[in-house]
């Protein structure tokens, strides 16, 4: 199973600015959501505003500055975004 696939996916998402520091630190992305895969029920149900469009139950990982953003379907880890930390606010 290819645990980086997802990565090279989210890049193509992520703005400009936000993919360069993504891509510099592309081996520590690759083993956050390594790790992410392994127990993905590690990190709490967030409920700020900003990352509610991703859908329900939207959880996140920190990487440096970057958090990824992920939801949970059944077995399935599904990855939306990889966006710089700043970013999520509770006033959207």
Do not use: W
């Amino acid at each position: 199973m290819d645990y980086f696939q997802p990565v090279i996916r989210i890049f193509y998402y992520c703005r400009v600015q936000q993919y360069n520091y993504a891509a510099k630190h592309y081996a520590g992305i690759q083993n956050a959501i390594k790790e992410l895969c392994k127990n993905p029920y590690a990190n709490a149900v967030r409920h700020e505003k900003s990352l509610q469009r991703y859908g329900q139950n939207v959880r996140r990982v920190n990487y440096k500055k970057m958090a990824i953003i992920y939801t949970i379907n059944g077995a399935i880890v599904n990855v939306h975004r990889i966006i710089t930390a700043s970013m999520i606010t509770d006033n959207c």
